[in-house]
């Protein structure tokens, strides 16, 4: 076989030592939403957790651009991320912002090779990670940016942030 673009039918899944789940705090756009859903199809995020709005999971946008991920990847909804968080850290899941703060960490400097278990908290796509979550996680991380704007698109952050994590 050459250079020649793999199918679905001659994939094959990667086995992953660290267990990583995301959870989305007050997001609500149907195309970020059905993107994630992708994405964690990808890298393997064993559930998502949405927290703070209910999702459309009939929503056109979101099947579309998640192309029937959202059918494979485990999700639930959580009404109060506080208490999932508690949850989560009491089950040994060291929990990661995605956030620029005046504290956060440069994801490409934070060091995951002993962790085995993952939450990963993204946030509202003009806001961010809400400050009462942020009070509460172990670590904030944020990816360096080169240009003039402070942020970009939250699916693609995660998309950056979940490759950065499992490298």
């Known amino acids: 076989m050459g250079n020649d673009q793999l199918t679905h039918d001659n994939h094959t899944t990667k086995v992953v030592a660290t267990e990583i789940i995301l959870i989305c705090d007050h997001l609500k756009g149907p195309a970020n939403i ?7 199809d990808a890298f393997q995020v064993s559930e998502i957790i949405f ?13 579309k651009t998640a192309r029937n991920t959202q059918r494979m990847v485990r999700f639930r ?25 005046a504290k956060s960490i440069d994801i490409k400097q934070f060091d995951t090779s002993k962790l085995h278990k993952i939450a990963l908290i993204i946030g509202d796509e003009n806001y961010g990670v809400s400050a009462t979550v942020l009070e509460k996680v172990h670590h904030t991380l944020h990816i360096p940016m080169y240009g003039d704007n402070s ?14 994590l499992r490298s």
């Open 34 to 40: 059905g993107a994630i859903f992708r994405l964690c």
């Open 51 to 63: 927290s703070g709005v209910a999702i459309d999971i009939n929503s056109n946008r979101l099947k």
């Open 151 to 164: 942020s970009m698109n939250v699916a693609q952050a995660t998309a950056i942030a979940l490759y950065a």
């Open 77 to 101: 909804e959580s009404e109060n991320l506080a208490i999932t968080l508690e949850k989560l850290h009491t089950a040994s899941y060291t929990s990661i912002a995605l956030e620029i703060t």
